[in-house]
């Protein structure tokens, strides 16, 4: 007769509880799932075994990382054979785990077969609510402390990271400045609409968004401003022909007069859209200079705003980093890529990767091939921006070289080095880097070590 046995993980510790009557619960799953909700029905199902605690909050922790990466903790390991039928036995039992991943590990280490499915989860269900009723001199009170210690000592180890390396700053940051160009544009074109009532020839002299937006605020109305506040104009438009051109423009324009009130909103709005200008381009910086902590190489390929897409779209740089290079190619063009496939049409060669420079580098036959060869070295470079622990530019310029050297054959037919030779070559010179990086740290964290010693020394003197 096949016995059943169930292993219940728990934040206080391990049980073992055998299960009565296998057989027959086994054929209604119906009438388990009525069962496991009334305890005194419930007892009468389950016994049990064994119970092991956990000897403190650190011990409880090593288990639970190992059950949760699917390892057998050497505590579960021993607990597991001191209480387990003998091996002899063990043939004709079924033990029924919570997790597929434990389950494989246990069957390999005991030649146990284990079970996850059918009765087994309902039965776990019902250990999860009365398991203070079941084990003796376990409260509800010490279950809930055991859970939410336990509960934040986990979840603190699993979101545990470097903040200099975090990627969610660079998504937030790639998202706000696809915003903010969006509503420069917009609040561009209507403070364009709103003064070309004053002074419509200003628009076609002055092109740029921004140098409009600061002329319109230090003009303010044309009738005041004078030939004497020539320099300040020139100093904003940087150029002495359209200069001249605005003051000539002043004699003869058709635009209306307008009220003070009108003119003192309209130099307000410009204020705001020099400040958004201001504001977007210190953003940009910041993209530059997380990109260069998070994805060195990355960034140096392809540039900052491009990785920056693609690491956004992907979810995250480890997302990204497990993507294969056929997946890099075509990633953000992905309505066109299931209209392909619908229509049985031809499938986009590229996404995110064609505002990168190399592809606009590229000849029109070419660009299918480029984009290929460089979603290849993306994939590359965000593995190693993903996985190395001391961030780099060195693969990233050689990555970089790879592709100018691949356009260069695709031009010219010249033969470009070997992935194998130029990889070499980047690994030696990135563990000269990283030697150096770390010698530098090492003499730093010296230097700090240092300066505590003499603050803390220097009050001791004063009190003698």
């Known amino acids: 007769m096949t016995k059943l046995y169930i292993l219940f993980e728990h934040a206080s510790g391990y049980a073992l509880f055998q299960i009565r009557e296998f057989e027959e619960i086994g054929m209604n799953i119906p009438q388990v799932e009525a069962t496991v909700i009334d305890l005194s029905k419930f007892a009468t199902v389950v016994k049990l075994i064994a119970f092991y605690p956990f000897q403190s909050g650190i011990n409880a922790l090593d288990n639970i990382n190992a059950i949760s990466e699917g390892v057998v903790h050497d505590d579960l390991r021993t607990f597991l054979d001191t209480n387990l039928p003998k091996e002899k036995k063990r043939a004709k039992m079924i033990l029924g785990v919570a997790d597929t991943r434990i389950g494989s590990t246990i069957n390999e280490l005991f030649s146990i077969t284990c079970q996850h499915t059918g009765v087994v989860p309902e039965l776990l269900r019902g250990l999860r609510l009365h398991f203070p009723n079941l084990i003796k001199g376990l409260t509800d009170q010490n279950q809930s402390k055991a859970q939410l210690g336990l509960g934040h ?27 903010l160009d969006k509503d420069i544009n917009t609040f561009s074109m209507r403070i364009r609409e709103w003064y070309g009532y004053h002074f419509p020839e200003l628009i076609r002299i002055v092109s740029d968004n921004y140098t409009y937006a600061r002329v319109v605020y230090l003009m303010k109305n044309r009738k005041d401003f004078t030939t004497d506040r020539e320099d300040e104009l020139e100093a904003i438009i940087m150029d002495s022909g359209k200069t001249a051109a605005v003051f000539e423009a002043m004699k003869t324009t058709i635009g209306m007069d307008i009220s003070p009130i009108d003119l003192i909103n309209i130099e307000s709005f410009a204020n705001r859209v020099i400040h958004l ?18 994805a060195p190489n990355l960034a140096m390929l392809i540039g900052e705003q491009v990785g920056a897409r693609l690491i956004a779209h992907a979810g995250s740089l480890t997302n990204l980093a497990k993507y294969p290079a056929s997946t890099i190619q075509i990633l953000g063009a992905e309505k066109a890529l299931f209209r392909a496939l619908k229509t049985k049409g031809n499938t986009p060669k590229y996404g995110l990767i064609y505002h990168s420079s190399h592809i606009g580098k590229a ?64 690994l030696d010179e990135a563990n000269i880097e990283r030697e150096q990086i770390l010698l530098k740290e090492k003499k730093r964290k010296k230097k700090e070590k240092k300066r505590r010693k003499a603050e803390a020394a220097a009050p001791a003197e004063e009190i003698e």
């Open 153 to 179: 000592a986990y979840s603190r180890a699993k979101v545990k990271f470097n903040v200099n390396r975090v990627d969610n700053m660079i998504i937030q940051s790639i998202a706000l400045l696809d915003q």
């Open 277 to 294: 200008f201001e504001y977007r381009k210190s953003l940009q910086e910041y993209l530059k200079s997380k990109m260069g902590q998070v």
């Open 363 to 426: 000849n029109t036959q070419n660009k299918g091939r480029i984009s290929r060869y460089l979603a290849n070295k993306c994939a590359i470079a965000s593995r190693i921006d993903c996985f190395s622990e001391i961030p780099t530019t060195i693969f990233g310029d050689h990555l970089k070289q790879q592709v100018s050297d691949r356009l260069k054959f695709y031009d010219s037919g010249e033969l470009p080095a070997k992935n194998v030779d130029v990889m070499k070559i980047a």
